[in-house]
């Protein structure tokens, strides 16, 4: 019997790397995806089922086209888009092709890659995505780091319209979205910011999104402080919400220490 699949894309580091030792340790065998090549051999040599390595700029979309056409005869069950980052600065400080990278990385590539594999997963009505967003995909915007709290709110949305689109077919596919506060990964370095609240770790964080996608939960938030504090938003006006986020953002300057 074939061995069911899990591909992870920014599996190099942070969330997916612990993911993919999750899953590996569940019986999955893996394709995992990156740019840093050694730091993808090395989880290859750590996890005990097969795992074949993708050195992939998901910036560009055509290698994102390219990945699905070299994988899609696999039996590919889950899909983790994992891959991202942030730039902390005002909108017109930060460079702007670094934002436009974002944008491709954030969401273009996650939009093709659920795409691609989503009219597979229908067709054979099996198959788990799970769309790594962020807290700041729940908020309204986030002064600071404009775009990447808009990519987040791409990709939240996106997903819950897809869950209700599979859901009102009645399909046993699944998609939902991880929404994590304050992890301890390498996003805080790229990002060059410095987070104010306590931190989550990363297998932690991996953990609980792994077992509530079995769950099939569609919006998933790993804190229970996290948690509190996204439902408290809604609660109050869009323009205080904003407000008092854009001076939290500030708090995370590491030039401000």
């Known amino acids: 019997m074939q061995k069911e699949v899990a591909m ?13 030792k999750q899953l590996s340790k569940q019986g999955y065998e893996l394709i995992l995806m990156a740019r840093r090549e050694d730091r993808l051999k090395q989880i290859r040599a750590e996890v005990n089922t097969a795992c074949e390595i993708l050195s992939v700029d998901l910036s560009i979309p055509e290698e994102c086209m390219n990945v699905y056409e070299k994988t899609k005869e696999k039996n590919i ?30 969401i273009k590539a996650v939009h093709i890659l659920t795409n691609l ?22 908020l309204p915007a986030g002064p600071y780091m404009a775009a990447y709290y808009a990519s987040k709110s791409y990709v939240t949305s996106l997903t819950l319209a897809i869950a209700q689109e599979l859901a009102d077919d009645k399909s046993d596919v699944y998609i939902g979205a991880l929404c994590p506060g304050p992890v301890a990964t390498e ?49 109050i006006p869009r323009k205080w919400v904003v407000a008092v986020t854009g001076n939290q953002q500030k708090k995370k300057n590491k030039n401000n220490k």
Not at 127 to 133: C, E, K, M, R, T
């Open 8 to 20: 992870i894309t920014g599996a190099s580091s942070g969330i997916g790397r612990e993911m993919a």
């Open 117 to 138: 594999f989503l009219k597979d997963f229908r067709r054979k009505n099996k198959g788990s995505i799970l769309n790594v967003s962020s807290v700041a995909g729940l």
């Open 187 to 235: 996003f805080n370095d790229v990002a060059e910011v410095s987070f104010g609240l306590s931190s989550i770790s990363a297998k932690d964080c991996a953990s609980y999104g792994l077992k509530k996608m079995f769950q099939k939960k569609t919006i998933i938030v790993p804190s229970t402080l996290v948690r509190l504090s996204s439902s408290a938003s809604r609660l």
């Open 77 to 106: 069950t889950v899909l983790i888009n994992c891959a991202g980052f942030g730039a902390f600065g005002t909108f017109t400080d930060i460079p702007l092709e670094k934002e436009l990278q974002m944008i491709d990385v954030n």
